[in-house]
């Protein structure tokens, strides 16, 4: 498979198993967990073809490793950014002392005023390193690095979660947590 069949893959399970699987009447369980053979045939039916051997490429390849095969991959999910209600199951984690949150540079102002909101996604997304919080930014205009006193957050007692693909979650960052 190209690079170019792997992105539309990639692009089409985002929006199935992060927002709409109605579009194609895909069953999520409450974890957000699709039968394997169910997003196959149904995605036919939408007129997105790909093999279970594709599907499977576009899993262990996808660089920011966005979805999650069971054990036995007989059943698939998106590691996290759902703005659809399901429950990751995850369990809460003590974060390092700083992480990063990538944005453009016209969001800047009003994140230093506001703090970061999770808006339509069930968490906001923080990076452990900057240089996936730059490429982050970057898709949004011209990137801006903000660095978040975790540490300092989880110690008054806010959760945070790791997810499969090592995205750090929280649901909101409240302004006094960013470093100016």
Known sequence: MNEIQNKRISKFLSLILRHQPDIIQLNLDENGWAEVNELITKSEKGRMYFSFEELEEVVETNNKKRFA????????????????????????????????????????????????????????????????????????????????????????????????????????VDAKYISK
């Open 69 to 172: 095969f069971n054990e036995d991959k007989t059943r698939i999910r998106a590691s996290q950014g759902h703005s659809i209600d399901i429950d990751l199951a995850l369990k809460a984690a003590q974060p390092p002392d700083f992480l990063y949150h990538g944005t453009a540079e016209s969001n800047r102002s009003s994140i230093l005023q506001n703090g970061i909101e999770k808006r339509t996604r069930q968490h906001v997304h923080l990076s452990a390193d900057k240089e996936t919080a730059t490429k982050v930014g970057m898709r949004h205009g011209k990137p801006v690095i903000l660095t978040i006193r975790t540490k300092e957050m989880h110690e008054d007692g806010i959760h945070f979660y790791l997810s499969a693909n090592q995205v750090w979650l929280t649901d909101f």
